[in-house]
């Protein structure tokens, strides 16, 4: 298929019409197990994942749906070989525990999607795995963090939720030229607009919960890079941790990756014309896009992306009060976490929470983190509805009155982080 353009793959790779039937989309193989020729000698090679391909015995180690839908993945990203999770936790795990062992060091970006950060800084520490966190936006930080046993340098760019945009090229000079491989979690711009691996990065993850299947049904996980890695991941991780992708999500994921292409293209001109809109309005205080001129980042991000994404963040004058007041009187966009849907969502990070919730920061991470974010930033994922509907609720929203007489509970809530919150806030979306 290595002759067919983006938008073609996307819709047509690892997805013949079924040869029993005829039909153009493969049938969902929703079964654990496989029957299996008797005593086959090498079928116990191919079983033990030697082979790159090896015949379905139970699902956990693989299935006809969960190939199609890695197949595909790895045609659209240009890689050798694809494995898929159960989330995108699931694949960022599996790729940390399959490549990092007790005395190695792994350097990582400080502000990435709270689950990573918090696994890093938290957990990967139990293992006697050193991390150190840094903004990889920022290449001295990433040389200065350099071991003699760096055996990683783990990305994700744009980065969740701050939209910080890493050098990939760069970093994948730095940690080459180190002994170390480089992985990038491109979950927020996606194949379509970002190819890390062409850039020169070793691997590539994506949570397919987000833009991939970009309908908000289905979690799911990716991990993409050389064969004998990706197999080591599935044989290691993926079978001895069990974080398998169900079938079902599979097949619906593979259904959303057909129109990945076209819905990209809407994401990125609805939230460049949002952003233009913000960036405009007398309320707001700044506005991060990565496609707005005013993003630190704007030169390598134009170099590096194809387009710009559907994520930005903004923050108010007013502060919390506002940011309250917006949550509350927004009507189209959803108040939610979570990202890359149809459906447009809004969600409010209250800086101090944000970095409370993440005790191995140090003060000066706090510090350069808050020059980013101000006191709260609010994450907007900038969905498919019509652009002229989206200003529209986002002006009215903005234009409401900041009514003093519930700010005072709602901010407490929010700050103090109350069980009805805590459902919403501590995954960070
Ligand atoms: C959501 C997200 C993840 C985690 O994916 P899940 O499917 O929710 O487990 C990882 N990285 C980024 C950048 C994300 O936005």
Redesign the pocket.
């Known amino acids: 298929m290595d002759e067919f353009d983006f938008e073609t793959l996307a819709i047509h790779a690892g997805e013949d019409a079924d040869p029993a039937t005829g039909a153009l989309r493969q049938p969902l193989h929703m079964a654990t197990t496989f029957k299996l020729p008797k005593f086959g000698v090498k079928l116990f090679d191919a079983l033990m994942m030697d082979s790159a391909r090896p015949p379905f015995a139970y699902t956990r180690w693989g299935n006809p749906t969960l190939r199609a839908l890695e197949d595909r993945l790895a045609a659209l990203e240009g890689a050798e070989a694809a494995v898929v999770t159960a ?6 795990s599996a790729l940390l525990l399959t490549l990092l062992s007790s005395g190695d060091h792994v350097i990582a970006s400080e502000v ?2 709270a ?2 950060v918090e696994l890093l800084g938290q957990h990967l520490p139990r293992f006697g795995i050193e991390v150190s966190l840094v903004d990889t936006s920022d290449l001295n930080q990433v040389r200065a963090a350099l071991r003699p046993n760096t055996k990683l340098l783990y990305v ?1 760019t744009p ?2 939720p701050i939209l910080r945009i890493a050098d990939i090229a760069a970093l994948s000079n730095i940690a080459h030229g180190a002994g170390a491989l480089l992985a990038v ?1 491109s ?2 711009a996606g194949p379509g607009l970002q190819k890390p691996l062409a850039l020169g990065s070793d691997f590539v ?6 833009y991939l299947n970009g309908h908000g049904d289905a ?3 990716v991990v993409l890079g050389p064969t004998k890695n990706i197999q080591r991941i599935r044989k290691e991780m993926l079978v001895h941790l069990g974080g398998a992708l169900s079938p079902f999500n599979a097949w619906l994921i593979t259904r959303g990756l057909i129109t990945l292409p076209i819905r990209m293209q809407r994401h990125c001109e609805n939230a460049l014309r949002v952003a233009r809109f913000l960036e405009g309005h007398p309320k707001v205080a700044r506005v991060v896009y990565p496609g707005l001129e005013s993003h630190p980042h704007h030169a390598l991000a134009t170099r590096q992306m194809a387009d710009f994404g559907g994520m930005l963040t903004f923050r108010l004058k007013g502060g919390l009060g506002s940011a309250i007041t917006l949550a509350e009187k927004i009507k189209l966009f959803s108040y939610a976490t ?3 849907h149809a459906h447009s969502l809004l969600f409010y990070y209250p800086t101090d929470m944000y970095i409370d919730a993440m005790p191995f920061y140090t003060e000066a991470q706090k510090r350069h983190i808050r020059e980013w974010t101000g006191d709260g930033i609010l994450r907007a994922s900038i969905g498919l509805e019509n652009p002229d509907d989206l200003i529209r609720d986002l002006d009215q929203a903005l234009r409401a009155r900041t009514f003093k007489g519930w700010i005072g509970p709602l901010a407490y809530r929010i700050m103090k982080n109350m069980p009805d919150l805590e459902r919403s806030t501590n ?1 960070g ?1």
């Open positions: 989330s995108g936790m699931a694949a960022v990435c999607y689950g990573s994700e980065a969740n979690d979950t927020w993850l994506h949570s397919l919960t987000k979690l799911g996980g979570s990202l890359g995954d979306g």
